[in-house]
């Protein structure tokens, strides 16, 4: 799970992520690390011709293009996103990932550019869940939820509402 924010200097960023530094972790072991437990299951299956488990198969492609070194970075131009598709939850798929995020922008002159836009989002092991529609629900409410409290008391900006 991750909070997200544009920030007027730097772009888009990460508020909070679980477990820390995920979306940002640029390590062999990070999001994109292609020897995880789904890739030694099929390492491990027995060949389809009946011989012994395949251990030198090959490691399956990058789904990164060039350049992008985390999760955050490949996925931030759809998780913090266009004002046209505010309030509408986005689904992306890649690697052994799939990301699902909602963007708010809340419009008050007490922020630097009269509006503050962030996203909640889940990222979700595709082995394991196939369906996203049942997190989808939660997800809105979250974001909801993180909205209310940044109109009322900033929670995620730091920019107290007018008393």
């Known amino acids: 799970a991750f909070l997200a924010e544009f920030d007027d200097v730097v772009g888009p960023t990460i508020l909070a992520d679980v477990p820390s ?39 399956p492609p990058s789904p990164l293009p060039a350049g992008a070194p985390s999760l955050f970075d490949w996925a931030s131009e759809y998780i913090i996103t266009q004002p046209y ?6 689904s992306l798929s890649a690697g052994r990932y799939h990301v699902l995020a909602r963007g708010a922008i809340l419009r008050d002159g007490r922020y630097a550019r009269n509006n ?42 730091g920019v107290a509402a007018d008393g």
Not at 85 to 90: E, G, I, Q, Y
Not at 133 to 156: F, H, I, K, N, S
């Open 21 to 59: 530094r995920f979306m940002t972790e640029v390590s062999p072991h990070g999001p994109f690390a292609r020897d995880d437990w789904s890739d030694r299951l099929r390492r491990d299956a027995p060949d389809p011709a009946g011989g012994p488990p395949c251990d030198d198969a090959p490691p």
């Open 116 to 157: 503050y836009q962030f996203a909640a989002g889940l990222v979700l092991d595709r082995a394991r869940v196939g369906d996203l529609r049942p997190y989808r629900p939660a997800l809105v409410r979250w974001t909801d939820a993180a909205a209310t409290r940044e109109r009322t008391d900033g929670m995620l900006s």
């Open 85 to 90: 598709l505010s309030d509408r939850t986005l």
